[in-house]
C-alpha cells in the first residue's frame, strides 16, 4: 500500500511540476512580447530620428527610443527568469545605453518576431 501511495504522490509531483513548466514559459512569451512592443516603438522612433529633421528634433527622438527599451527592459528580464531561452532579447536590451540603437535593431527585430510569432521558441 505504501508503493501505491508514494507512486501515487511522484506522479502528480511529477505532473504538476510539467504543468509549473509549461506555466512559466507562457509567461515567458507574454513578457517577452511585451518588451517588444517597446521595441517596436523605438525602432519606429529610430527611423524617424534619421529623416530630414532638424539635429535637435533627431536628438529627442532618439532618447526617446531609448527611453523605450529602457521600459523594456523589466519585461525581458521577466521573460528571462520565467524562460531562460529569452535571454538573449534581455542580454540585447541592456546594451542599449552602450550600443547604438542602428546596431542592436536587427538583433532586436529578428527576437520579436520570434515572441510575435505563432510558435514563439527560441
Known amino acids: 500500500m505504501a508503493r ?12 504538476s511540476g510539467l504543468l ?5 514559459v507562457g509567461a ?10 517597446f521595441v517596436h516603438h523605438a525602432l519606429a ?7 530630414s529633421l532638424t539635429i535637435a528634433q533627431s536628438r529627442a527622438l532618439a532618447a526617446q527610443a ?3 527599451l529602457l521600459h523594456a527592459e523589466p519585461f525581458a528580464a ?8 529569452w535571454n538573449p532579447l534581455q ?3 541592456q546594451e542599449a545605453n552602450r550600443v547604438p540603437l542602428r546596431f542592436e535593431a536587427p538583433a532586436l527585430l529578428r527576437l520579436c ?8 521558441y527560441l
Open 91 to 93: 542580454t540585447t536590451l
Open 66 to 68: 531609448l527611453a523605450e
Open 28 to 37: 515567458g512569451v507574454a513578457n517577452a512580447r511585451q518588451a517588444c512592443t
Open 78 to 85: 521577466a521573460a528571462t527568469s520565467a524562460d531562460g531561452s
Open 45 to 51: 522612433l529610430e527611423r524617424a530620428s534619421s529623416r
Open 4 to 15: 501505491l501511495v508514494t507512486g501515487g504522490l511522484l506522479a502528480a509531483l511529477a505532473v
Open 113 to 120: 518576431q520570434v515572441a510575435d510569432s505563432s510558435s514563439p
Open 20 to 24: 509549473l513548466s509549461g506555466c512559466g
